[in-house]
């Protein structure tokens, strides 16, 4: 997957789909922002035309490479995104605050 982003705001939800699919992902720094993905262990970063010729050059010439960046994102950082787990964050979070404001009116 290559995502040549410029400009943008919030996570790309495409590349974490791409991550848990098992496509490797070239993408811009401003592409990846809000995922903690590390440049050459989870997915290649590319910001000019010469990086992207680089980086889909490694992708098809370096053996193995490939299946390296998929399963470091899929083991890595899927798990972060994990709906239960991000349910229950957010079920957390929101006991929290029942909590903070039950104080307050006391």
């Known amino acids: 997957m290559i995502v040549p982003l410029r400009i943008g705001s919030?996570?790309?939800a495409k590349i974490l789909e791409a991550f848990s699919y098992g496509i490797p992902?070239?993408?811009s720094s401003i592409g990846i922002e809000g995922i903690p993905a590390i440049n050459g262990r989870h997915y290649l970063k590319a910001d000019t035309s010469r990086d992207y010729i680089f980086a889909i050059n490694e992708l098809f010439n370096k053996v193995?490479?490939?299946d390296y960046l998929t399963k470091n994102a899929r083991t890595e950082i899927i798990p972060?995104?994990?709906?239960?787990?991000c349910g229950d964050i957010r079920l957390s979070l929101y006991r929290s605050m029942e909590m903070e404001s039950?104080?307050?009116e006391v």
Do not use: A, E, M, N
């Open 80 to 85: 972060s995104y994990d709906l239960d787990r």
């Open 64 to 66: 193995g490479f490939p």
């Open 102 to 104: 039950k104080q307050i």
């Open 25 to 27: 992902v070239i993408s």
């Open 10 to 12: 919030g996570i790309r």
